[in-house]
């Protein structure tokens, strides 16, 4: 295995850990979604670096998909929150 690799490796998967600390710790649920973009978007960049280095496409599609995912995942949990706090202020 290129030496490369293994410390992208280790590099993201060190933010991960940071990352899933902030979602079990998070106080509110838009720290939780900020979280959860940021970890989607270190499996991106790790499956991009993997990709780069390694010379293939072949994870390109996962890529599309972990995109779109984080994507209407985002647009969800915003949607969510703009109610419950429309829902606070009428009442």
């Known amino acids: 295995m290129n030496v490369l690799l293994i410390a992208i490796y280790v590099v993201f998967a060190v933010a991960?850990?940071?990352?899933?600390?902030r979602i079990v710790i998070g106080p509110s649920i838009l720290d939780r979604a900020v979280a959860s973009d940021v970890l989607l978007t270190l499996v991106m960049c790790a499956l991009g670096a993997e990709m780069a280095i390694n010379q293939h496409t072949r994870t390109l599609p996962l890529l599309l998909i972990i995109a779109a995912v984080g994507v209407f995942g985002s647009i969800s949990i915003a949607r969510f929150v703009a109610r419950r706090?429309?829902?606070?202020?009428r009442s």
């Open 85 to 89: 706090d429309q829902e606070g202020s």
């Open 16 to 21: 991960a850990l940071l990352t899933l600390v």
